[in-house]
């Protein structure tokens, strides 16, 4: 499979403080990535590295095998809008619309103008005016109507409202359907996004704790919650990743299949069990009493 994207044990040192520490990843050609993990994890340095706005400190930084810094070609493949995107206080939304062309060979402004009716932007007033959610639906037409080959969207859903961010989803699986292309997405909104990953990176404080494909990412893990006795019971055999209690009840999220051994095991103890969604393994994860455990379990893929 050709990877579209590729870090290679890529460290960024900003000072004395480890941004990333030996991450390595891969996303192949074509892939809607989720790219998970807590605030400071470090998902806006992996893609300020992949879109050539920033260098690793070591290691390697690859987009459709090349380096992007400094480099032209790839860089016209790239589509990068971050989520705090600034724009210039004179400019009105057309401004942005009539410009984009000039550094999206692929633009789309059929697609640009359907974003725009959808979301319901208004062109007026100035961008700088603009509510929290109207300025990430602007990022989104950015990202999606460039219909770059290498799309990176940085946390896309800032204050966008149920409906918008439906319509995203819509149009984004409808999109990238019609002309596949390779996404990354930063989000703190697991679950609802969920659906559209083939593949996650789950990063916690500046390393890659599990990169899997998502089918393979939501089943590693379960979640077993009842009495606590019998809770601990049952991750007796299981390493755990997280537990949290209230009162006498307990909720392990643990590494191992649900299988038909955990089945009968947590039916003899009288558990419930379920299999560990993106966002449990997010939660446990970023939780920080797990860090130590993923990288002994080697959950990672
Ligand atoms: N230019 C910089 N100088 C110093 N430290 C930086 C710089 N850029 C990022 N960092 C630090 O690197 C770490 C990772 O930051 P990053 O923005 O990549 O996290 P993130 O996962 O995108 O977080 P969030 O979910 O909050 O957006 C943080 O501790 C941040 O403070």
Redesign the pocket.
């Known amino acids: 499979m050709t990877q579209a994207i590729e870090l290679q044990s890529v460290t960024r040192r900003?000072?004395n403080?480890n941004?990333l520490e030996d991450v390595t990843l891969a996303v192949p050609d074509g892939a809607i990535c989720g790219l998970l993990?807590?605030?400071?994890?470090?998902?806006?340095?992996?893609m300020s590295l992949i879109s050539g706005q920033d260098r690793p400190t070591t290691g390697r930084v690859l987009v459709d095998g090349d380096d992007p810094f400094e480099n032209e070609a790839v860089l016209s493949s790239i589509s990068f809008v971050r989520?705090n995107q600034r724009y210039p206080d004179d400019y009105f939304l057309h401004h942005v619309l009539s410009i984009a062309p000039a550094f999206a060979p692929h633009w789309d402004g059929e697609l640009a103008a359907e974003l725009v009716e959808g979301f319901r932007l208004p062109r007026k007033p100035a961008i700088r005016k603009f509510s929290r959610g109207q300025l990430s639906a602007v990022a989104i037409v950015l990202g999606l109507a460039s219909r770059a080959p290498v799309t990176l969207l940085?946390?896309p859903y800032l204050g966008l409202d149920a409906t918008a961010r439906g319509l995203f989803h819509d149009l984004l699986l409808r999109d990238l359907g019609r002309h596949p292309r390779t996404l990354l997405l930063?989000t703190?909104l697991i679950d609802e996004s969920d659906s559209l990953f083939d593949h996650v990176v789950l990063?916690d404080r500046?390393r890659v704790v599990l990169r899997a494909e998502a089918e393979e990412a939501r089943r590693v893990a379960m979640c077993v919650s009842g009495v606590a006795d019998a809770v601990q019971a049952f991750c007796a055999d299981y390493p755990v990743l997280r537990s949290h209690s209230i009162g006498g009840l307990r909720t392990s999220t643990v590494t191992g299949r649900l299988d038909d051994d955990a089945r009968s095991r947590a039916a003899t103890l009288g558990v419930q069990l379920k299999g560990a969604s993106l966002q449990d393994l997010a939660v446990a994860y970023g939780s920080g009493d797990s860090l130590q455990d993923s990288s002994k379990e080697g959950i990672s893929a």
């Open positions: 900003f000072r403080d941004a993990g807590r605030n400071g994890a470090g998902k806006t340095t992996v989520d940085d946390e930063s703190h990063m500046g």
